[in-house]
């Protein structure tokens, strides 16, 4: 080491060693001053150097170190500082009471607590080692991360401060500005850009939605979220959750796509009195019947020459020709899920003054028989700028909001400071300046960063887990506020679309179709694109399906154009059915309470020995309008109106011609069997000139998978997708 000036000096007759004031030392290129310091040798000639008070080191890259205190092995080039500790170099400033620093390796060292700042970020924690020359700082125990646009909470972090990348390897939280929360326990995080890919137990939060994959990607400036394999997204405000392979999420418009067997789950009630009903179950006259006398033969009878207009059949006369329902020795369970999937998932939050509701101008007493055209019944899917409201999140208060009111320096003084260049030091009078005037703002700095971190919460491994279990719980729990609420200028509300090959199951009843809508705020579920639900031995398809629920229990429900119910009978070929241009039902305690068959109405059912399950016969009903009210699954009335055609067919006297209703479609093979069933397998697509489907062929045809999405070569749907696709 050798001595460039100092501005007096003074010998230890015992030790030999000599004090110097003011002194500047050189070596090796570094620059070493301080208000008073010595140099001494151990017995093994090993040079050292004690500084006190305004220490100041300059390396030729530029860096230079201010401390209190200096401990310096020359040989190895080692240094240990103490005492208010700023090391500011091209890209950053270190504050710490306590480093360690090799000016060989430029590799320094915290134990005891500290903050680097760089052009764009501000970290603090407890332990760090850094790297200068290659911008490499590693950070231990209560990390923290401070931008603009975020903050970051970990226990283990790799920062560069010249990429801006972040990388965690451990339970880690990336709060933003929108109440949007990532959560990783490894990936990587860009600073500056805002790009994070995590690839171990992610989970990305915002407000009341979770989305979480086994890797997650996200871009902070356009609000997306990518999530890949075992993907789940949560919205607790309206009860929503989803399953599938890929999910998309965008924060502007609040929407999720998923796709790669995407599924949406459902829990509900099956009892009458649940507050969470089956939104979805049908239950056709066809399958109910009422306790009746066994019907006398008669020969094939016409009713042309009636007079009036309106025939009332009484109850014991119709139903003779319904099938009794099956004896299921097991009750019905309480709880029961509804699976519903198809290739692609989308839903978004739009404003619920712009959403339309459809006016499908449904009567519980029948309304106006059908005398023209119906009115096409629309679905405006206009959608505006959301508004986001604030909800309950897993993660708590922010720790920071008090902590960084007490703080003496802002960011942009530390960005100031870092892009001063850091000149040598020529006068010493200057440094002391310098340094003097830094001293306090380091300590107050250092307190306010202990404070900080004693303040944080860092998550604990498994954290995504707990949040997207605690988000799936209150998802599935039923909604204990029935009442209707007022529609505000921000108020909104979730639309679904499902497209191509959607399939519906639970276990009492099951449905396809090649897309289906929904909307919360009125409940109203659209099956588009040869609709079919299943339910027991009952098959309901027309071209387009409408079922509504109400204080959450199925209300009404619309099959409009070539409406069709089939019942197929026990052990037998033969079905029971019924037409019309449209069937209307209406439900009370989630059961058909009356249902109303209009345009060319038809009643085709069979009668069966109650003892041998033997059918005896065949009847026949056909008029303008058959009105059905029912109580307990049980016909109590049914009327048939206008042109009445009523024919009763001894058994011996059905034919292939009049056993089925023109129209007639039995597609068994169609029905999801399970929900395993469901995401495996899609159902057949038809087939031109088909006529294996009218002949009332009950067998099942061998299942096929349906691979790509050939239907989208079909005009008719094309013509459905572009009214559903976002």
């Known amino acids: 080491m050798n001595l460039v000036s100092s501005s007096s000096g003074r010998i230890n007759a015992k030790t030999g060693h000599m004090t110097f004031y003011n002194p500047v030392y050189e070596h090796k290129g570094n620059t070493l001053s301080a208000d008073s310091g010595y140099i001494y040798e151990n017995e093994i000639k090993q040079q050292f150097f004690e500084a006190f008070g305004n220490v100041v080191i300059t390396q030729p890259s530029g860096t230079v170190i201010y401390s209190d205190y200096l401990h310096y092995d020359a040989a190895a080039q080692h240094a240990k500082l103490t005492g208010n500790v700023k090391m500011v170099d091209r890209n950053s400033v270190l504050t710490t009471n306590y480093l360690t620093y090799n000016m060989r390796s430029k590799i320094g060292t915290y134990t005891g607590?500290?903050?680097?700042?760089?052009?764009?970020?501000?970290?603090?924690?407890?332990?760090?080692?850094?790297?200068?020359?290659?911008?490499?700082?590693?950070?231990?125990?209560?990390?923290?991360?401070?931008?603009?646009?975020?903050?970051?909470?970990?226990?283990?972090?790799?920062?560069?401060?010249m990429t801006k990348d972040t990388y965690f390897f451990g339970p880690t939280n990336i709060k933003g500005n929108k109440q949007e929360n990532l959560y990783t326990e490894k990936g990587v995080y860009n600073t500056a850009t805002g790009i994070a890919n995590f690839n171990k137990?992610?989970?990305?939060?915002?407000?009341?939605?979770?989305?979480?994959?086994?890797?997650?990607?996200?871009?902070?400036?356009?609000?997306?979220?990518?999530?890949?394999?075992?993907?789940?997204?949560?919205?607790?405000?309206d009860k929503f959750y989803a399953y599938g392979g890929k999910g998309e999420y965008k924060q502007d418009e609040e929407s999720i796509l998923m796709t790669e067997k995407p599924y949406i789950i459902t829990v509900v009630k099956n009892d009458s009195d649940s507050t969470a009903s089956d939104s979805t179950k049908v239950e056709?006259?066809?399958?109910?019947?009422?306790?009746?006398?066994?019907?006398?033969?008669?020969?094939?009878?016409?009713?042309?020459?009636?007079?009036?207009?309106?025939?009332?059949?009484?109850?014991?006369?119709?139903?003779?020709?319904?099938?009794?329902p099956t004896v299921d020795p097991k009750p019905e369970p309480k709880i029961d899920s509804v699976y519903m999937t198809a290739d692609t998932l989308y839903s978004r939050m739009i404003?619920?003054?712009?959403?339309?509701?459809?006016?499908?101008?449904?009567?519980?007493?029948?309304?106006?028989?059908?005398?023209?055209?119906?009115?096409?019944?629309?679905?405006?899917?206009?959608?505006?700028?959301?508004?986001?409201?604030?909800?309950t999140q897993v993660q708590g208060a922010d720790p920071l909001a008090k902590v960084e009111k007490t703080e003496g320096r802002t960011l942009q003084k530390a960005t100031n400071a870092v892009k001063k260049a850091a000149p040598k030091v020529t006068s010493k009078t200057t440094a002391n300046n310098n340094h003097g005037e830094g001293r306090k703002e380091i300590e107050h700095t250092l307190k306010a960063d202990s404070i900080l971190r004693q303040k944080a919460v860092v998550p604990i491994a498994g954290h995504a887990d707990t949040a997207i279990n605690q988000a799936l719980k209150i998802a599935q729990q039923a909604d204990t506020n029935l009442t209707k609420k007022e529609i505000s200028d921000t108020s909104r509300t979730r639309i679904v679309k499902a497209y191509y090959n959607v399939r519906l199951f639970k276990s009492d009843l099951q449905a396809v179709a090649d897309s289906v809508y929904y909307g919360m705020q009125d409940s109203m579920f659209r099956f588009m694109g040869r609709p079919m639900i299943w339910a027991q031995d009952s098959q309901i398809s027309a071209d387009t399906i409408y079922m509504q629920i109400v204080n959450q229990k199925m209300d009404n429900a619309l099959l409009k154009e070539n409406a069709f119910m089939v019942n197929a009978l026990s052990d037998s070929t033969k079905f029971n059915q019924l037409k019309g241009r449209k069937i209307t039902a209406f439900f009370a305690n989630n059961n058909i309470e009356r249902l109303f068959v209009d345009g060319n109405a038809e009643n085709l059912v069979f009668s069966q020995n109650d003892k041998t399950k033997i059918i005896t016969e065949m009847f026949h009903d056909r008029g303008g309008r058959i009105k059905v009210y029912m109580e307990d699954k049980k016909i109590i009335d049914y009327v048939t109106i206008k042109k009445v055609d009523q024919k009763v067919y001894p058994f011996s006297l059905v034919t292939q011609e009049n056993e089925i209703l023109p129209g007639f479609v039995w597609r068994p093979q169609d029905r999801p069997k399970s929900k395993e069933d469901l995401l495996n397998r899609k159902r057949e697509l038809p087939k031109d000139n088909d006529t294996t489907d009218a002949k009332g062929d009950k067998s099942e045809k061998e299942e096929v998978e349906v691979k790509g999405k050939p239907i989208e070569k079909k005009k008719q749907i094309e013509e459905i997708s572009e009214e559903i696709e976002p």
Not at 130 to 152: C, L
Not at 289 to 317: H, I, W
Request: aromatic content about 10%.
């Open 113 to 161: 607590g500290g903050r680097i700042i760089t052009q764009t970020d501000t970290i603090t924690s407890r332990n760090a080692y850094y790297f200068e020359n290659s911008g490499d700082a590693y950070f231990r125990y209560k990390v923290i991360v401070r931008n603009p646009s975020v903050k970051v909470y970990t226990d283990t972090m790799r920062y560069n401060s």
């Open 201 to 237: 137990k992610n989970l990305y939060t915002e407000g009341s939605r979770f989305l979480k994959g086994d890797s997650l990607h996200y871009e902070r400036a356009t609000g997306i979220g990518k999530a890949f394999r075992n993907v789940v997204f949560v919205d607790t405000l």
């Open 284 to 324: 056709p006259p066809l399958m109910a019947s009422t306790e009746s006398k066994k019907p006398n033969k008669k020969e094939v009878q016409t009713n042309k020459e009636k007079k009036s207009t309106e025939t009332k059949t009484s109850e014991n006369e119709v139903t003779n020709y319904i099938e009794k």
């Open 351 to 391: 404003l619920a003054k712009e959403y339309i509701p459809l006016d499908l101008k449904l009567d519980r007493n029948g309304g106006e028989m059908l005398d023209e055209d119906e009115e096409d019944y629309g679905d405006d899917d206009d959608t505006g700028e959301n508004t986001l409201t604030d909800s």
